[in-house]
């Protein structure tokens, strides 16, 4: 793709999908006709901003299937952008393609908990039955690819179904068989949908939540239990009672409260809370843009229980933005959802705008002067942007290539501005302890961990779903919460932390679920994510799609990681093959050197934890000799 436009023409029904999020072009420098008794004499309204990008990528990729030279063209004339920088940001994104293919397609995925549950038989059928992945079927209008985690690990295994046209069409499968998906894929690309699959369809939350209805609960206590939709049935179960408080409180007083609570984030970096929301509130000047961003890209393989709050409690995460954005002097705010989350997408633009029509966001909230609004952003299928600062630079309208630090998100984040950012499991709990006092939260938990924690159990386990358990329960005893090792029922290893995590051993059961807990044995709580695997899984194949996924994913923006992950997943086939350079053991060595090598220059936490698990597994098994 060039710096300059090329002669490929927009068709039509391209240009629809561009103007729908753009407007209409007002002149010929935008991209409509010229009119040069008007634009020969005057200036004419510039273009639109550059934060606009992506979600004019998804409307092409919606509409069309794909985006063409001739969408990238008119693209360019409507946001005066070189083609050659929307080509690179549209070829970043794996949701996102560049070439003409089938407009059905399912995603399969072929993860590591789909894998324990069968995705690579499914996948086998497929492509007996479809031929091979990305290739189309024999009526030419659907195909089927492979792809990473779709974060719907407690269902597994998982497909979703994409079908492009002018009523854009999604279905989530899970758990997906291979006849689930042929007849999905004939009746969408038939266009014969069922009823079901004219809309984003809500799965029964409480199959993901088997804990629901159980007193004990605080952060999970709606899902499956309330409407979403509903902003009364929030209110009546006490819903917008800590932005009340907190508007009298005062921001200095709701921070106070929050480092009390010694809150750590829950998106895996376990950062303080209440010591993020305090830089930037001390870097607050009068008249200065600050911004609220919600991290809700949840693509750690294993972990799904954003997912389920997005989708059960929408509510509760806005009301933590809106104090959070009252604490640190925000107008305005952003939540970034990962695109393989449809519906949870769906229910939390249906939030936003009931919120907006009920004074809840917009200006003088609650008859205050408290003014702050959202923004719903969704990514287009890349890990990296679980990273704030490529998250940011995905907003923008960039690569979603992670930043240099510092500066921090505080001093400079989106847009350069000053900007508070916060999973969505760590915003559900600002409201419990505006309401409780953080002082009563921090008596939860252990001494270094405080308040519950949600965790995400799948694979080889009889209920999994997503668990709230306070910190410092072990993981035997959260395994048995969960009815114990399902398949064989003879436990070979847990995955802890999703594929950046750690592997424990049966003899290990015994570590405490806590930041210095997991600490202390050499492992990491990360995103919560708790992956079981029977004796019947086979742990090679297993590290090789943890490799494969590493290699996948990263943005090849730094030398270390780039490489590194490619070099890994190289040597694993070749232990896997039995063909080692030199020994068995110096091929280990020389996976522990590469991966010294990313953790000491990687830019972000990618390459850094990219050799994780796999040199966990081979501490603890002797696989490869």
């Not at 794909?66 to 970043?92: H, K, Q, T």
């Amino acid at each position: 793709m060039d710096f300059h436009l090329t002669h490929d023409r927009a068709t039509e029904t391209e240009i629809s999908a561009i103007d729908s999020e753009l407007g209409a072009p007002e002149s010929g420098w935008s991209g409509g006709e010229r009119h040069m008794e008007n634009e020969g004499h005057v200036a004419v309204s510039g273009a639109p901003p550059r934060d606009l990008l992506l979600p004019v990528l998804h409307a092409i990729q919606r509409r069309v299937g794909w985006i063409s030279p001739g969408a990238i063209n008119y693209v360019a004339s409507r946001m005066d952008l070189p083609p050659a920088e929307i080509y690179g940001v549209a070829s970043f994104y794996a949701m996102f393609s560049l070439a003409p293919r089938p407009t059905v397609v399912a995603h399969v995925c072929d993860d590591i908990a789909c894998l324990i549950r069968g995705a690579g038989s499914t996948c086998e059928q497929l492509e007996k039955k479809l031929g091979p992945a990305g290739a189309p079927d024999s009526s030419g209008n659907a195909t089927w690819l492979r792809s990473p985690c779709l974060g719907l690990c407690e269902r597994a295994p998982a497909a979703h179904v994409l079908a492009a046209g002018e009523t854009h069409r999604e279905k989530i499968l899970a758990p997906a068989t291979p006849d689930s998906i042929l007849s999905a894929l004939h009746r969408i690309a038939s266009d014969q949908p069922a009823a079901e699959e004219i809309a984003h369809e809500a799965s029964d939350l409480r199959q993901s939540l088997p804990q629901s209805g159980t007193p004990q609960l605080r952060l999970l206590r709606r899902v499956g239990n309330t409407n979403p939709a509903s902003i009364e049935d929030y209110q009546r179960t006490g819903g917008y009672e800590a932005l009340k408080r907190a508007i009298d409180f005062g921001p200095e007083r709701i921070v106070r409260e929050v480092i009390d609570s010694r809150l750590m984030g829950r998106g895996g970096a376990a950062f303080p809370t209440g010591k993020k929301w305090e830089s930037l509130q001390l870097a607050r000047k009068p008249g200065a843009t600050h911004y609220v961003v919600c991290n809700a890209d949840e693509s750690e393989p294993g972990t799904f229980k954003d997912r389920v709050i997005m989708e059960g409690d929408p509510f509760a995460i806005l009301e933590g933005m809106a104090i959070a954005a009252l604490a640190v002097g925000a107008a305005k705010g952003f939540i970034y959802v990962r695109g393989e989350y449809p519906h949870a997408a769906e229910t939390l633009a249906r939030a936003i705008n009931e919120a907006r029509t009920r004074g809840f966001l917009g200006r003088s909230i609650l008859g205050s002067a408290l003014e702050f609004d959202v923004e719903l952003r969704s990514g287009a299928g890349a890990y990296i942007c679980g990273e704030e600062t490529a998250l940011f630079n995905s907003i923008e309208g960039f690569r979603g290539e992670p930043r240099n630090k510092p500066p921090f998100p505080t001093q400079a984040g989106l847009f350069r501005k000053p900007t508070l950012v916060n999973n969505v499991e760590t915003l559900i709990n600002i409201p419990e302890i505006i309401l409780n006092g953080g002082a009563a939260y921090a008596r939860t938990g252990t001494a270094q961990s405080s308040g519950a924690r949600l965790f995400c159990l799948s694979g080889n386990i009889q209920r999994p779903g997503v668990y709230e358990m306070p910190f410092g329960i072990t993981l035997k005893d959260l395994i048995a919460a969960a009815g114990g090792v399902g398949g064989t029922g003879r436990l070979q290893a847990v995955l802890l932390g999703g594929a950046a995590g750690s592997f424990l051993s049966p003899a290990e059961l015994d570590i405490q679920l806590s930041f210095e807990g997991t600490r202390a044995a050499g492992a990491t709580l990360g995103s919560g994510a708790v992956i079981v695997l029977d004796d019947s899984v086979d742990m090679k194949e297993f590290l090789l799609r943890i490799a494969r996924f590493f290699h996948e994913e990263t943005c090849g923006q730094c030398v270390p990681c780039r490489v590194g992950t490619e070099r890994q997943q190289e040597l694993l086939h070749r232990l896997a093959k039995r063909r080692p350079i030199g020994s068995p053991a110096q091929e280990i060595t020389l996976l522990k050197d590469m991966a010294q090598a990313m953790r000491d220059a990687s830019i972000c936490g990618l390459g850094q934890t990219a050799s994780s698990a796999i040199l966990s597994a081979t501490e603890r098994w002797n696989l490869f000799q």
